[in-house]
């Protein structure tokens, strides 16, 4: 990959692991400067050493921790709000704690983010922000995912409204709706069903590719958007087929 983003300052929250990690390690590739973060500072060790890469712990759940994580590192050219969380469940199943946790963790968390990058963005009249959605959202009805699928469905609407707000002002915000990617975090999930094997066939036969997808193939698309100055308020699915 050429250094396109050369230059350019990229904050990733939950890179840790998964597809926040081979994000970090595309747009450090792709010539930008990264700041990993995640608040499992065990998980970030292995993009420690990377080249062009910073790790930093982050708790993107308090309000003064992302407040002055953003004060220390300076100006944002892109943000990608990976950090999320999958509740199961149908809305008979809805707990208010865990509606609360949700809110606060798939949305919330990337108001604070945004509230922190965006002036500065506006003062240099250009930035990217790149939020985490999925195809389990206003996107595609999916089963047994209804606290899930609602705070996906409020990050499109908070994708939106910002780039409504901004496309004027060089300010771009886009969504990420992936389907079913490999991941530790999915790997936790097919485990706790009890039926590993089970579990995994049929996360993969709601694939009409017959797979699932990867943590860089859906990195390559955050790498793209984040250099894609003709696009705005887009919410892309990239999901194997799954929301044709």
């Known amino acids: ?12 929250t939950a890179a840790g692991q998964g597809i926040g990690r081979a994000s970090a390690l ?16 065990e998980a970030l060790k292995s993009l420690e050493g990377q080249k062009g890469i910073s790790t930093a712990r982050l708790d993107v759940l ?11 590192i300076g ?8 950090a999320g969380v999958v509740h199961g469940g149908t809305v008979l ?17 990337m108001i604070r ?15 990217s922000i790149i939020n985490m959605s999925s195809v389990a959202s206003s996107v595609k009805g999916v089963p047994n995912r209804c606290v899930y699928s609602l705070t996906k469905a409020a990050v499109i609407g908070l994708t939106k409204s910002v780039a409504a707000d901004y496309v004027s002002q060089g300010i771009r915000c ?19 069903q009890g039926n590993y094997e089970e579990a ?24 793209h958007l984040s250099g894609a100055t003709y696009t705005t308020g887009q919410a892309y699915a990239i999901d194997g087929g799954w929301s044709i």
């Not at 308090?62 to 220390?72: E, I, K």
């Not at 100006?75 to 990976?82: A, I, K």
């Open 1 to 12: 990959m050429s250094n396109t983003l050369h230059g350019k300052v990229v904050v990733i």
């Open 26 to 41: 595309a747009f450090a590739e792709a010539g930008a400067t990264v700041f990993a973060t995640d608040i499992n500072e």
């Open 62 to 72: 308090d309000d003064n921790a992302v407040s002055a994580f953003f004060q220390t």
């Open 75 to 82: 100006p944002v050219d892109v943000l990608f709000n990976c």
């Open 93 to 109: 199943d809805v707990q208010a704690r865990d509606l609360d946790f949700a809110f606060d963790l798939n949305v919330r968390a």
């Open 113 to 127: 983010t945004i509230q922190a990058v965006l002036p500065g963005m506006l003062e240099r009249g250009d930035g």
């Open 174 to 192: 886009n969504a990420i709706c992936p389907g079913t990617v490999q991941s530790p975090s999915l790997e936790e999930r097919m485990r706790a």
């Open 200 to 223: 995994r066939a049929a996360f993969i036969a709601r694939q009409p590719m017959g797979r699932l997808g990867t943590a860089e193939e859906i990195a390559a698309l955050a790498v």
